[in-house]
């Protein structure tokens, strides 16, 4: 375990703490505990916005080149922080796989001991690779998301562990400056923004962004939110907890959101909508967006996109006015889980071929 270190201002950070610190809960005693997170591209889709018409434009918020390759870097820099600031040692989290990187990677550079509670056998490998590296001390249970948060809840309040988890607050405040950045960027919010909801604090936090930035005057609107759960957990759908989830976009495989309250919120107060998505559907949006607009998202990810598609399917996007901006978040780089990519990709199109260039071009078609 690292020792503790005392991390002093970092004159060159651009970090969303040191961006957005006038929104955020910290003062001069908070340490800033930052791998320089957020400031992600937010990348114009244009056959996303062709599919929709209407000159409807789509951008895609891609989170998954934050440091550690998901949207939970925003929340953990200041739950970390604030962590610090309180003098803990330790802390611990339930994770499918994101939640675990992005707080072990944080606990090490503010010299914490980090402990993650993972449901056996229901997190993909590139996640799991992550959290040993940042040398998490790591702990497979029998059972589901829902039972592991349960467990890390008994913990926290018990043993003294700092919870980073989305039920903490200082999670929510971080994520919410992704709206912040899309506003920046804009100069105004889009008319729809389209997540995937598992836990349910994201949709939660862009919404409390949103509503901030639009109180401060640095919006004239507010957007509609689109959120997507998958059949197998879609308890905000259902209106019920769903006690066996499952899912194969295994970050928003939870029956039981820690947020449930704060996605209904957003969704009503927005004049939103959420919906279920098929793995099928998930899964052709996570190929589709690969091979039409170069981004390689996880399946969870994907969601958003699929989301997109079935609304304007529906009729939905051709009642918004034409011309106006769309945005969908993508939550994770598709590196963290290749296997299930390549698995529906049929194993990959690796052509073999001798090593001359007649042979090259005939396994391509196109010898003479």
Known sequence: MPSPLSVPPVLHDRGVISRYR???????????????????????????????????????????????????????TLAISKAAEEGAKAVICASTGNTSAAAAAYAVRAGMRCVV??????????????????????????????????LVRELGSRDGFAVVNS?????????????????????????VHCLPVGNAGNITAYWKGYKEYHAEGKST??????????????????????KSPDTVATAIRIGNPASWEGANDAIASSDGHIRALSDEAILTAQAWLAANEGIFVEPASAASIGCLMAAAEEGMVEKLPEGVNIVCTVTGHGLKDI??????????????????????????????
């Open 339 to 368: 296997d299930t990519a390549m698995h529906h990709a049929g194993g990959g199109k690796v052509l073999d071929a001798k090593a001359t260039a007649e042979s090259v071009l005939d396994v391509l078609g196109m010898a003479h």
């Open 167 to 191: 039920i903490n607050p200082f999670r929510i405040e971080g994520q919410k400056t992704a709206a912040f950045e899309i506003i920046d960027e804009f100069g105004e919010a889009p008319a």
């Open 221 to 242: 609107r507010l957007p509609k939110m689109w959120g997507a759960q998958a059949e197998g957990s879609a308890p905000i759908v259902r209106g019920e907890v769903v």
């Open 22 to 76: 006038k929104y955020l809960p910290v003062t001069d005693a908070t340490p800033i505990v930052s791998l320089n997170e957020g400031s992600t591209p937010l990348i114009h889709a244009v056959k996303l916005s062709a599919m929709v018409g209407g000159g409807r434009q789509v951008y895609v918020k891609y989170e998954g080149l934050n440091p550690t390759c998901s949207f939970k870097d925003r929340g953990m």
């Open 117 to 150: 509670l993972l449901p056996a056998g229901k997190i993909s490998m590139g996640k799991l690779a992550q959290a040993v590296v940042y040398g998490a001390d790591i702990v497979a249970i029998e059972g589901n998301f829902d039972d592991a948060l349960d």
